[in-house]
């Protein structure tokens, strides 16, 4: 493995239970590398899609991916306040300059005022089936959403008021530098 590099530009690969790829962002400035997480920042990063479609993302992020965690949180800068989309996924793996994980359908969306909700249960179900996700990979599903629920009620971890805005600080110095 590589050693990781802050500031540097890494990819980030989204792939589903069955393996295939679900989407992916060209770009992710790595802004910190701690024990149990990486976080990375990225502006108006181009998304594509398995079937080809790309956009491109409206606003800065901080996004936290966590090695032993089973989600991941996106905090967006919006006009309006910061907004958080954490999906519940596979703890990160690095492969060369990719971090790549596994998205299970549930999410998180925490807003401003730290109103929730839980986004995705039909697509879960659906794909819990289709899938087949094991009861052993169900329970840790669902217990690490709960543990993320409490993380956002207790504004902690990512959640921590102010986290988002230090990084995204940081991300603006990098961001001028990185090709």
């Given amino acids: 493995m590589k050693k990781l590099v802050i500031g540097a530009r890494y990819d980030i690969h989204c792939y589903k239970h069955d393996s295939n790829i679900h989407r992916y ?11 149990d997480y990486l976080v990375f920042g990225n502006e108006k ?6 079937d080809g479609r790309s956009w491109r993302t409206k ?3 901080i996004m936290y991916f966590f090695k032993n965690q089973w989600y991941n949180v996106i905090g967006q800068l919006k006009s309006n306040g910061i907004y958080y ?4 996924a596979s ?3 690095i492969d060369g300059r990719t971090i790549k994980y596994i998205d299970y359908d549930l999410d998180l969306r925490v807003f401003p005022d730290g109103a929730f909700k839980v986004l995705d249960r039909g697509e879960y179900n659906y794909h819990k089936v ?4 094991s009861d052993e990979l169900d329970l840790i599903l669902k217990s690490e959403l709960s543990k993320l629920i409490e993380l956002a009620r207790s504004k902690s971890g990512p959640f921590t008021p102010g986290k988002v805005n230090y990084y ?3 991300y603006k110095r990098y961001k001028q530098f990185v090709k």
């Fill in 25 to 35: 962002w060209d770009e992710a400035v790595l802004l910190e590398i701690n024990e």
């Fill in 130 to 133: 289709e899938m087949n996700y």
């Fill in 85 to 88: 989309y954490c999906n519940i």
């Fill in 59 to 61: 606003e800065p992020a």
């Fill in 45 to 50: 990063t181009k998304v594509i899609e398995a």
């Fill in 168 to 170: 995204h600080e940081i």
């Fill in 91 to 93: 703890p990160y793996v």
